[in-house]
């Protein structure tokens, strides 16, 4: 059985002092963690973090990649500058990014190829809407998400790692059901064999308001391979939880 995923997002949150104690702690704390843990910093921080982590079992992560290779691309910037910092996850397609940054289908498929293309996984992030999910819509949006990114990289989708995050469930405090999220990791993990026969390699995470009281219940569904966390990444104890549950 592959061993679990579970991946901190910081979003835009730290400080040069903030990470040090942060991170001290969760080195700490995670030195016999059983599951890979990731932390996804923002770009300003990478340099800081590569060298806390390095040698850990804590892999570094960004959150976001330009579309293209290099240029005038005022601001981006490229999957080839994330690998010169050890980069080894990069998210794609986070619902913040969709949201604020109008990214498509299309321009999130495409920063999943140039991730891949400079050897860095990507964390692809799909998920509807509260207002889609009462239509009744969610299975079509997140596979329309994910299609995208498969007819896009459709030779090397084994490579990626899907996160599930219902947007109604982002920061809200809100969480899916362990049935509900376990429904739609179905549904994505069918699609994803559909398209390659080592789709059962695949991660799939489950991110959305995770925190150590709900983590041991998802991350024990057949088809939730680990766990994308935002708040409760930034403390400590908490994110050192769902990494002990993740065992
Ligand atoms: C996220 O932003 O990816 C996330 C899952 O946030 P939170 O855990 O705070 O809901």
Same mark, same amino acid.
């Given at each position: ?8 997002? /910081?979003?835009?949150?730290?400080? %040069?002092?903030? *990470? ?7 080195? !700490? ?19 800081? #973090? +590569? ?11 960004? +959150? ?5 290779? %290099?240029?005038?691309? =005022? ?13 080894? &996850? ?5 619902? @913040?990014?969709?949201? &604020?940054?109008?990214?498509?289908? +299309? ?20 998920? @509807? =809407?509260? !207002? ?6 969610? @299975? ?12 896009? *990289? ?8 899907? !996160? &599930? @995050?219902?947007? /109604? ?5 809100? =969480? ?18 559909? !398209? ?9 995470? &489950? ?6 009281? *709900?983590?041991?219940? %998802? $991350? ?7 766990? $994308? #966390? ?16 993740? +065992?």
């Amino acid at each position: 059985m592959k061993k679990k995923l579970i991946a901190g997002n /910081w979003k835009m949150n730290g400080s %040069l002092s903030a *990470n040090k104690t942060l991170v001290d702690a969760l080195l !700490a704390g995670s030195r016999n963690a059983q599951c890979l843990v990731a932390v996804c910093v923002p770009a300003p921080y990478l340099a800081q #973090v +590569q060298q806390l982590v390095d040698g850990s079992v804590i892999a570094l992560g960004g +959150q976001d990649v330009s579309q293209h290779d %290099l240029g005038a691309f =005022t601001g981006e910037f490229s999957a080839a500058m994330l690998k010169d910092f050890g980069v080894r &996850y990069c998210l794609v397609g986070h619902s @913040e990014r969709r949201q &604020y940054h109008g990214e498509t289908d +299309q321009v999130v498929a495409a920063k999943a190829q140039r991730a891949l293309a400079a050897g860095i996984t990507p964390v692809v992030c799909v998920g @509807e =809407t509260l !207002a889609e999910r009462e239509a009744g819509h969610t @299975e079509e949006v997140v596979k329309r998400q994910l299609a995208a990114v498969i007819h896009a *990289n459709g030779h090397c989708i084994s490579e990626i790692v899907v !996160a &599930y @995050e219902p947007v /109604w469930a982002i920061g809200t405090g809100k =969480t899916a059901s362990v049935e509900q999220a376990q429904q739609v990791h179905a549904v994505l993990r069918g699609q994803l064999r559909a !398209a390659t026969a080592q789709a059962d390699r695949v991660h799939i995470l &489950y991110g959305g308001s995770m925190n150590a009281g *709900n983590a041991a219940q %998802l $991350l024990a569904q057949p088809d939730i391979d680990g766990g $994308l #966390v935002g708040g409760a990444a930034l403390k400590p104890a908490d994110f050192l939880a769902i990494i002990a549950a993740a +065992q």
